[in-house]
């Protein structure tokens, strides 16, 4: 069935007034309207019909069932953060905006745990755990806007990884709808559990093709007592290995382990108008932030910083004086992606790696890069503790967006290739979505990838759940 | 095809000479031959005819395409130390033994990770890390004989689960050889890779069902400077919960929070001759451990035990003040399960709840006891910050063992519904195996069950890996 011979009175019926709508609906904004079928790749263009804001588990259960019924495809739609198009609906597909479904459901102040929809946005659970005493660590830059239903489609990280993991580790029970309108309760809030598969660990990070997240229950944590931010100049990549291999050594906690080049630093001193970190340049950067709990560990520290300089580690270094400067510590890193793409034309990639084989990939990435794309340059940063960088290719000035573009097209399986020799990933945080999925063979075998379709179809026999995306 | 119509010569040489055995060899012990069949539990006779000791993942992928072809069913065995029948061979399966593959493939020491081939003795890992400058901190009482894959295959806990987490946790890679023979490799060594479903989750926890695991990737951490165990006696069961909400902000990591009954810690009393811990008797008493790092950290404990008392949620308490009073504190935790199993029969129970119901939950089963099992006795004790109960039913006196046991095939039931009732697990770190497959049912729903055995049948389409566990 196609939505053009959809009932509409009966779908408007099915979970009462004010909840679905089409897109000739007068209520609507049209834009507005397709701004819920889209994502922040804004490479494909949004085409759909219906759209539904259920605002509990069993009204998703009800528009599932129905489009099961009536062969009717869904593009769960959260806050749209993505940037593999995991959230485009360009197919005519039903779209379900879990954004009305944004609730406390439930909290255990003793074990410290949290069950909300999944449509809450991230930032609010911030909130909601700390009025609570605790802390969800989970944090990157999209918190403000990203639902915590689609963090958990697309195993979210940020900048705090090496400290607390993915989204992943944090989640204990999922309350899905899977692709035939069926309810299943994956685990209640239980840490330990060993009672068969756990099948909630293939809904995270599944890109919404399996079903639909409505419920999360999450482990929380505390907030660290206080931090101390570090930035120092290195000479060489290696350095910056062996500089992360000492921190484990430290016996403070480390919270964060970013990276960026001379390149990346220029682009943001030019477009934030911060000043140099350091009187001489570098040809890389590497922010440190570290969990304080007491002056001792400040001398921890100290005694780091004194280590890594007479091992000739790094070139300069600086940790922070107060929380302002920590703050512009972090906007040299955190600016970046900003500032290169209001300037630049940029072919962006989030890729993973062991941390041993980054250099040698970086030596051969760049030698292929001016050997057949010459003038295309490399901004390089990214959270490197976790082996994740994030490889934007910047547009030479001479080159059309368009060619530029057609030239990326090659350059994307050349790079897929070399990262596959290096047992990396093609994609770290982002997902696969509409974006990556003609590559899904460079990071997964042909074997894998045929598990996955026999998953899939075990849970969404009709092929309704996002179909098209992360594979097929 | 059955054992006795196998060509044991063609099957003798498939992976070169001193690697497969007949339980008619005269090499072997019959004994021994028969151990490498059985786990723990000493509940199920084994009975098998080939025994097979692969050294790498080649060979294990051939064994398995000649059962396979030849239908046979196989169970892998690691250091059979489980408490579920999980690695039972009962049915004339060929019996798979991981112990010949035992040795590190790799290290990374910048990013902190090993990978092992997966009959690593887990003690061994343990050492393997140490010499290299890092920690690996799953840790149990039978890590000197259990492997590395049985771990995983079992998604092991232990003592610090508060502070590390199940082993599911440091598991980047696994490598996997399926029911049909084919080599899988999940992940490699990568903390970020989000490329489709994580199928390692599958296997961790599987129990042998869908594959062998034959090699892991782990990730490492380091060893905590030093630690602090705290033992105090608590009035009544809320006030442990109470405690625990209290250690969430003592800002010293928590590396164990372990309860047990006075009834307990009389049985240690007499079985292992150590003093009371304290002068006058408590219902209930809690073990805290507690990572260290300085002085500073020594003083928020005396701080926590300060306020603990003061709000009259202890009645007494004691820092140990040395490595050995240390080591007694735990021995009247660790001695609980070897004192009363020398002493009495015992019917063990390994389950779990969400902390706030715990207190109705044993409230409920203690009437139930004393309605319809006059004279049953309950040995509290277990990882109650991880909501990890140790539930064992004491045999009276005047029951012979055979009526005990058929009585308590009663009581399983009539506790898994209250299980069921209270949102627990009727298996927190044991696992299903065949000692709780009739009961599954209590903590997963008949679709999740269904699930579970389609993606069996996705991985091992002739149903010959580790048959009849876990389910069916």
Redesign the interface.
């Known amino acids: 069935m196609t939505t053009t011979t959809i009932n509409k009175a009966e779908l408007k019926s099915l979970i009462g007034p004010g909840k679905i709508f089409f897109k000739d609906d007068p209520d609507f904004d049209p834009a507005a309207f397709l701004s819920f079928g889209t994502d922040r790749t804004k490479v494909y263009r949004p085409d759909f019909e219906i759209l539904a804001f259920p605002t509990n588990t069993e009204e998703v259960a009800k528009i599932v069932k129905y489009a099961y019924n009536n062969d009717l495809a869904i593009v769960p739609s959260g806050g749209r953060t993505g940037y593999a198009g995991g959230a485009v609906a360009k197919n005519k597909e039903l779209v379900l905006s879990l954004s009305k479904m944004d609730k406390v459901l439930d909290f ?5 745990s949290i069950k909300v929809q999944a449509g809450m946005i991230t930032k609010n659970l911030h909130k909601e755990a700390e009025e609570r ?2 802390y969800f660590p989970v944090d990157f830059a999209s918190t403000g806007s990203s639902h915590i239903g689609g963090n958990i489609a ?2 979210a ?1 940020g900048v705090r ?1 090496v400290r607390y ?2 989204i ?2 944090w989640v204990l029970g999922l309350t899905v709808v899977t692709g035939t309108g ?1 309810i ?3 685990n ?12 909630k ?2 809904f ?3 890109e919404g093709t ?1 079903g639909v997240i409505t419920e999360a229950s999450l482990k929380l944590t ?1 907030k660290p ?1 206080d931090n101390r931010v570090l930035l120092v100049s290195v000479p060489d990549f290696p350095s910056i ?2 500089l ?2 000492e921190t ?2 430290v ?2 906690p480390l919270l964060a382990f970013e990276f960026f080049t001379e390149y990346c630093l220029g682009k943001v001193k030019s477009h934030l108008s911060v000043p140099d970190p350091f009187s001489a340049p570098s040809p890389y950067y590497v922010l440190m932030e570290f969990e304080i ?5 400040d001398e921890k520290l100290f005694g780091f910083m004194e280590s890594i300089t007479e091992k000739g580690l790094i070139s300069d270094g600086s940790l922070a004086q107060n929380s302002r400067q920590a703050e512009t510590f972090w906007k040299y890193r955190e600016g970046i992606s900003e500032s290169i793409s209001i300037e630049y034309t940029v072919h962006k990639n989030d890729i ?5 084989n980054m250099e040698p990939f970086l030596r051969e990435m760049e030698s292929l890069l001016n050997g057949k794309y010459p003038g295309f340059e490399i901004a390089l940063f990214g ?1 490197v503790g ?3 960088l994030h490889l934007n290719i910047v547009k030479p000035k001479e080159l059309s967006d368009e060619e530029f573009f057609k030239k990326c097209k090659n350059v994307d399986p050349d790079m897929f290739s070399l990262l596959q020799k290096y ?10 979505g509409l974006l ?1 999925k003609d590559f ?1 063979g460079f ?3 042909e ?3 045929l ?2 379709k ?2 899939k179809k ?2 969404d026999p009709k092929n309704i759940m996002n179909p098209g995306k ?2 097929g």
Chains 1, 2 share one sequence.
């Open positions: 255990d102040p003793f074990f410290g005493g605790f697309t195993n990280g990884v993991g993915l992943r580790q069926e299943l309760e994956f209640g809030e239980l840490l330990k559990n060993n009672t068969g598969y756990d099948l660990h293939l995270i990070g599944s399996l505390v007592v290995l062996s992360f291999k484990h050594q016996k403070v709990g007491n002056e001792s560990d993973s790696l062991p941390l041993r959270h976790d082996g994740n047992n990396g990933s093609i994609s770290a945080e982002h997902g696969i990556k899904l990071s997964r075998s074997a894998e990838i598990l996955m026999e998953i075990s849970m992360v594979f």
